[in-house]
Nanobody, 126 residues
Framework: QVQLVESGGGSVQAGGSLRLSCAAS????????MGWFRQAPGKEREGVAA??????LYSDSVKGRFNISQDNTKKMVYLRMNSLKPEDTAMYYC?????????????????????WGQGTQVTVSS
């Protein structure tokens, strides 16, 4: 059974940093795309960062502040978040799946058949 488990969320002050981790299990192959999405109360889930074997992609709102990385040996995906802002406050979800392109996978999560983690809360106070 394919499973994604996130960890590393928490509460920080603006300007602080956090690192999220996602452990994948049950895969007999490496998913084409893995990455992170977030959902704030009252808002739709949005893509944050994605990674594939050959590229990475970030949303404009986090570009330059967040860094996504993966360790295929350990089947882990990480999201290093620096210079956090109150507007980064959300539930962060790890996901894995496929799409026509990394851009499509990150920007249109509803269109893709993804596996999702249970989420980890990130709260940034001003």
């Amino acid at each position: 059974q394919v499973q994604l488990v996130e960890s590393g969320g928490g509460s920080v002050q603006a300007g602080g940093s956090l690192r999220l981790s996602c452990a994948a299990s049950g895969y007999t192959y490496s998913p084409k795309y893995m990455g992170w999405f977030r959902q704030a109360p009252g808002k739709e889930r949005e893509g944050v960062a994605a990674t594939s074997i050959s590229s990475t992609l970030y949303s404009d709102s986090v570009k330059g502040r967040f860094n996504i990385s993966q360790d295929n040996t350990k089947k882990m995906v990480y999201l290093r978040m620096n210079s956090l802002k109150p507007e980064d406050t959300a539930m962060y979800y790890c996901a894995a799946g496929t799409a026509r392109s990394i851009n499509s996978w990150l920007m249109y999560p509803r269109m893709n058949d993804n596996t999702w983690g249970q989420g980890t809360q990130v709260t940034v106070s001003s």
